[in-house]
T-cell receptor, first 116, second 110 residues
């Protein structure tokens, strides 16, 4: 079974600095996708960024970028120029295979706190 | 842009009662997923539907059932509710790999 691990339960970052949230995964399937979601205290799950296992380039979306190291099975999220509104829980998730209806398996999450 | 709609947003039920949660996916999305997130936990997959057919099943209790209708909306039916069913229930929809989540329904069982 696939497994996804976030080793940092909580992190602090100074406003305007960059921060890296770690995510490692374990799967033997060659086809998979990696996702990051943000969950603020209000509870909604906000999709941030996606990386496919066959993608050659690291995914970027505005201030978010995904540092994808396939050989190390890591997919770290980098947030540049942190803002106070970035304070939230961040979940890494993996989707195995390419069939419709495949489920996401989530890591335990990292709580990010941005200091003014 | 239209997002996933879930109703109700909050629900309070007593033990042994039933509950029905509704999900309206993003237009043209053909796949719907249900996840359960307990307090302080990560979301756990329950069940998914593709083109109105169940496509995958996770840790969904036998007391729960779900279906997807012809208009692609989905309902999660929960019977004989237990205190441990108190959680945030997310619906997500997708057309390709990216799953977009609704705002969730917070169910409290007393």
């Amino acid at each position: 079974a696939q497994k996804i691990t976030q080793t940092q339960p909580g992190m602090f970052v100074q406003e305007k600095e960059a921060v890296t949230l770690d995510c490692t995964y374990d799967t033997s399937d060659p086809s998979y996708g990696l996702f990051w979601y943000k969950q603020p205290s209000s509870g909604e799950m906000i999709f941030l960024i996606y990386q496919g296992s066959y993608d050659q380039q690291n995914a970027t979306e505005g201030r978010y970028s995904l540092n994808f190291q396939k050989a190390r099975k890591s997919a770290n999220l980098v947030i540049s120029a942190s803002q106070l509104g970035d304070s939230a829980m961040y979940f890494c998730a993996i989707l195995i295979g390419d069939n419709a209806g495949n489920m996401l398996t989530f890591g335990g999450g990292t709580r990010l706190m941005v200091k003014p | 842009a239209a997002g996933v709609i879930q109703s109700p947003r909050h629900l309070i039920k007593e033990k042994r009662e039933t509950a029905t949660l509704k999900c309206y996916p993003i237009p043209r999305h053909d796949t719907v997923y249900w996840y359960q997130q307990g307090p302080g936990q990560d979301p756990q997959f329950l069940i998914s539907f593709y083109e109105k057919m169940q496509s995958d099943k996770g840790s969904i209790p036998d007391r729960f059932s779900a279906q997807q209708f012809s208009d692609y909306h989905s309902e999660l039916n929960m019977s004989s509710l237990e205190l441990g069913d108190s959680a945030l229930y997310f619906c997500a929809s997708s057309l390709a790999d990216e799953q977009y989540f609704g705002p969730g329904t917070r169910l409290t069982v007393t």
